[in-house]
């Protein structure tokens, strides 16, 4: 954990005292063309305006203003394209622009049986325990609501933001056949993964990792996953998801574990919604109390947990280092 904290790669060096991670200095001096925080915000700012403004733009002029109504198969592949054409492209074409090599952000070193073991052991419990946060979190909220005119403003707004976010999310997981199914897999689950994961922990995160420490870049680019995905009450959720992405793309050195965990996650939402068959499966919005105490003791057990995996992970990798 304290390579992860504290070290750059810029100012990591070698057991030769030099830096090769130094972005292809011994032929291509010219690299990267600007700094690479500057990359970083380039494709978060880039990100954003073309998926979800050009993006936006687009299937509105497609489909209209009453989405409900449009073809559904005809709204995933949609989806599926932005995806493809406004993450996952520019991220690989800003990667090969600035740095010379896509490979200098992108890492795809097979990862072994157990460091997909062991990582995947940490999101089967951090997926329970943020769900278990986020009831604490919004019991709170809705206590809050009720005696502040304020908070429950704020509230009302989040909530109309949320209930688009859901409906928005559960048109696309409702599925009557078994091609259907797989289409909603792919476009779900398999596509936002690697796009999603190339672009914010392969290029965006990477190009932090190259100016400032490991923990921060992570961080970092954890906060603006989450808010790209605005969801008003799973943002907490989201930040923690994304830095445990980042942690493990950090650790492993490759971003083919972080992909694997984002499709476990999306794969697993998919999965629950199909086998409950409820669109209340999707919600982050719970305002029943009545299990409140049983999701305090939930979280505590949970987070002991993860944190046995963590220090298992660092263990691991400790070895690995040392041999």
Known sequence: MSDFENNSEEHKPDKDGQNPLKPFRHYKDQYPLISPVTAALLGLIGCFFLYQIVGGLLTLAIFGMELEKANVNSLRLMTMAGEILFILLPALLFARWIYGDVSEVVYTKIPSWFEVLIFSSGIIILIPLLQSYLYIQNYFIEQWAANSGLINSIKSLFDSLNELVEKTYGNLLKANSIPEVLLVILVIAIVPAIAEEIMFRGYIQR?????????????????????????????????????????????????????????????????????????????????????????????????????????????YYSKTRLS
């Open 207 to 315: 190009s932090f990792q190259k100016k400032i420490k490991p923990f921060w870049a992570a961080l970092i680019t954890a906060v603006f996953f989450g808010l790209y995905h605005f969801s008003p009450y799973g943002l907490l959720p989201l930040i923690g998801l994304g830095f445990y992405f980042g942690f493990a793309s950090y650790t492993s050195k490759t971003i083919l574990i972080p992909v694997f965990l984002h499709f476990l996650n999306n794969f697993g939402a998919v999965l629950l919604y199909f086998i409950v068959g409820d669109d209340e499966i999707i919600s982050s919005k719970v305002s029943d109390a009545g299990s409140l105490f049983s999701n305090i003791f939930l979280f505590i057990i949970l987070s002991m947990l993860f944190a046995i995996i963590i220090f298992v992970i660092h263990k």
